[in-house]
T-cell receptor
Framework: ETGVTQSPTHLIKTRGQQVTLRCSSQ?????VSWYQQALGQGPQFIFQ???????GRGNFPPRFSGLQFPNYSSELNVNALELDDSALYLC???????????FGDGTRLSIL | KQEVTQIPAALSVPEGENLVLNCSFT??????LQWFRQDPGKGLTSLLL?????REQTSGRLNASLDKSSGRSTLYIAASQPGDSATYLC????????????FGAGTQVVVTP
């Protein structure tokens, strides 16, 4: 059974650019959640997708958007990148909405 | 608004000593509380999950307690080893937000040989 995999592992962008981060869920999981973790902080909830629909959103602006595909893989898109978007982005999948979340190793995004 | 706090922010102990990590939360309306371990630059590994109706959970050298009414959880790690060096995070799942885990900032632990 493969775990949650995220790509790329590292990414460098400049202010104003757009970025897409990808997540492959654990087999059989229909729910994916995304978190942003700034250095020295705990992860902050961005949003959750359940069966391809958004199922909850944290305090993030609309330039953070997501998609979940029929195979339950997922994307996080961020437009108009700002310096404060520099962080580790974590994806977590779960069997269902309230089941325990299994985390990937994250994508480290640096904004110059 | 739910707030999760972990004290201390950092802790250094000699090998063999027991570790005690604290987590407090302001709103008792939670489904469960979970403890995670995070190694530098890595994702989160779940250690223990305690449902809101439970008082404690144990796994090997790890024991976590939950007092929902007072908004506190404690993670005990017995006979610490250098391999236990990591950041430990607690997270609650609020009942008013299905998908969300709300995390504390973590306690960074160093176990010296």
């Amino acid at each position: 059974e493969t775990g949650v995999t995220q790509s790329p592992t590292h990414l460098i962008k400049t202010r104003g650019q757009q970025v897409t981060l990808r997540c492959s869920s654990q087999s059989g999981h229909n729910t994916v959640s995304w978190y942003q973790q700034a250095l020295g902080q705990g992860p902050q909830f961005i949003f959750q997708y359940y069966r391809e629909e958004e199922n909850g959103r944290g305090n993030f602006p609309p330039r953070f958007s997501g998609l979940q595909f029929p195979n339950y893989s997922s994307e996080l898109n961020v437009n108009a990148l700002e310096l404060d978007d520099s962080a580790l982005y974590l994806c977590a999948s779960s069997l269902d909405r309230l089941e325990p979340q299994h985390f990937g190793d994250g994508t480290r995004l640096s904004i110059l | 608004k739910q707030e999760v706090t972990q004290i201390p922010a950092a802790l250094s102990v000699p090998e063999g000593e027991n570790l005690v990590l604290n987590c407090s939360f302001t709103d008792s309306a939670i489904y469960n509380l979970q403890w995670f371990r995070q190694d530098p630059g890595k994702g989160l590994t779940s250690l223990l999950l305690i449902q809101s109706s439970q008082r404690e959970q144990t796994s090997g050298r790890l024991n976590a307690s939950l007092d929902k009414s007072s908004g506190r959880s404690t993670l005990y790690i017995a006979a610490s080893q250098p391999g236990d060096s990591a950041t430990y995070l607690c997270a609650v799942r609020p009942t008013d937000s299905w998908g969300k885990l709300q995390f504390g900032a973590g306690t960074q632990v160093v176990v010296t040989p």
